[in-house]
């Protein structure tokens, strides 16, 4: 008998996990929202569980509650939970931040209950009934027997759960921003250059899209060492002088963001041995100059 689940701020991941959840037979609970109107939405889209605006009631019957609101609210509402007239031990409390640690529960610890962190490494930018999170990552640290059961529900769900220490989930989510809120910028940055083109952003978008997902493709098979392409990696200076009066129409943001990582890509290069270490440093001097 798989065990009853309470999300708390069943939002864009926790109405994910709800709906993954229910349809691998975990009988849903309580589902809490700041607004009774979501927490309906909620319920409509998992199928099932109770809809309330009370944290504490969402969690009453619960053996397994997963908390799912924002960061800044997870403190508050493990000590509103904590102060509740419920029976803690023997249950399960997890959160879904990718920076804060279980420790974060601490009050809900101190109560008798077993905590810990799950952190699908995914982006949800909607709850759609398609989304799935086989393969996907999930970061999870805590109490044993936590973790010992909320393995067995990634597992059940197609996750793939990966321990990362409590001390290191500050640099584990800094680098997983780094790599996807960043990048989601970085593209931006892109599609919005090409207005010197003529084209708006959703044509700059299919335009070079293809581009994109063929070389995330090659770092993925190849490693960025192998994969990088481009005048850096060849070192075709005459080509990077060409580049020089574009990057003039280009905001200093973008000019900056430019020279930075084409210096990195030298480095790369210099480590795939297409470039030698006198290329390099003209490389260097040449970025160096840009405007
Ligand atoms: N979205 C992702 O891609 C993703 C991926 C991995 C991890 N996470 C983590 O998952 C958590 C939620 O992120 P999200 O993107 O799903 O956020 P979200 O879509 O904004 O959902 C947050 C939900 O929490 C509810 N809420 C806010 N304060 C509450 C409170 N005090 N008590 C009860 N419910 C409350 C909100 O209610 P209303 O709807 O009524 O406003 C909303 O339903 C965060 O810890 C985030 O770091 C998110």
Same mark, same amino acid.
């Given at each position: 008998?798989?065990?009853? !689940?309470?999300? &708390?701020?069943?939002?864009?991941?926790?109405?994910?996990?709800?709906?993954?959840?229910? &349809?691998?037979?975990?009988?849903?609970?309580?589902? /809490?929202?700041?607004?009774?109107?979501?927490?309906?939405?909620? /319920?409509?889209?998992? %199928?099932?569980?109770?809809?309330?605006?009370?944290?504490?009631?969402?969690?009453?019957?619960?053996?397994?509650?997963?908390?799912?609101?924002?960061?800044?609210?997870?403190?508050?509402?493990?000590?509103?939970?904590?102060?509740?007239?419920?029976?803690?031990?023997?249950?399960?409390?997890?959160?879904?931040?990718? *920076?804060?640690?279980?420790?974060?529960?601490?009050?809900?610890?101190?109560?008798?209950?077993?905590? *810990?962190?799950?952190?699908?490494?995914?982006?949800?930018?909607?709850?759609?009934?398609?989304?799935? !999170?086989?393969?996907?990552?999930?970061?999870?640290?805590?109490?044993?027997?936590?973790?010992?059961?909320?393995?067995?529900?990634?597992?059940?769900?197609?996750?793939?759960?990966?321990?990362?220490?409590?001390?290191?989930?500050?640099?584990?989510?800094?680098?997983?921003?780094?790599? /996807?809120?960043?990048?989601?910028? !970085?593209?931006?940055? %892109? !599609?919005?250059?090409?207005?010197?083109?003529?084209?708006?952003?959703?044509?700059?978008?299919?335009?070079?899209?293809?581009?994109?997902?063929?070389?995330?493709?090659?770092?993925?098979?190849?490693?960025?060492?192998?994969?990088?392409?481009?005048?850096?990696?060849?070192?075709?200076?005459?080509?990077?002088?060409?580049?020089?009066?574009? &990057?003039?129409?280009?905001?200093?943001?973008?000019?900056?963001?430019?020279?930075?990582?084409?210096?990195?890509?030298? /480095?790369?290069?210099?480590?795939?041995?297409?470039?030698?270490?006198?290329?390099?440093?003209?490389?260097?001097?040449?970025?160096?100059?840009?405007?």
């Amino acid at each position: 008998m798989k065990r009853g !689940f309470a999300i &708390l701020g069943a939002g864009r991941l926790g109405r994910t996990l709800g709906r993954l959840l229910a &349809l691998r037979n975990y009988p849903p609970g309580g589902l /809490s929202c700041r607004t009774l109107r979501s927490a309906r939405q909620a /319920s409509a889209f998992i %199928g099932g569980g109770t809809p309330t605006t009370s944290n504490t009631q969402a969690a009453t019957r619960a053996q397994l509650v997963l908390i799912a609101t924002p960061d800044r609210e997870i403190v508050p509402v493990a000590r509103q939970l904590a102060r509740a007239r419920l029976a803690w031990t023997g249950r399960i409390v997890a959160h879904t931040s990718g *920076a804060l640690s279980s420790a974060a529960l601490a009050p809900l610890k101190s109560r008798g209950a077993s905590v *810990a962190s799950i952190h699908p490494l995914a982006s949800v930018a909607a709850p759609r009934p398609d989304l799935e !999170f086989r393969g996907t990552p999930f970061a999870l640290e805590g109490d044993p027997k936590a973790v010992r059961v909320l393995r067995g529900m990634i597992l059940d769900i197609g996750g793939l759960p990966v321990t990362i220490p409590r001390q290191a989930k500050a640099l584990y989510h800094l680098i997983a921003c780094i790599l /996807s809120n960043d990048l989601v910028a !970085f593209l931006a940055c %892109g !599609f919005e250059s090409a207005r010197g083109l003529g084209l708006g952003p959703r044509q700059a978008a299919r335009l070079y899209l293809p581009l994109i997902r063929g070389t995330v493709e090659n770092v993925a098979g190849l490693g960025p060492v192998k994969a990088l392409t481009g005048p850096v990696s060849r070192g075709d200076i005459a080509t990077l002088r060409l580049h020089t009066e574009a &990057l003039r129409t280009l905001p200093a943001d973008v000019r900056r963001l430019h020279r930075i990582l084409a210096l990195r890509s030298a /480095s790369l290069a210099l480590r795939a041995r297409t470039i030698t270490p006198e290329l390099a440093a003209r490389t260097a001097r040449l970025l160096g100059a840009l405007p």
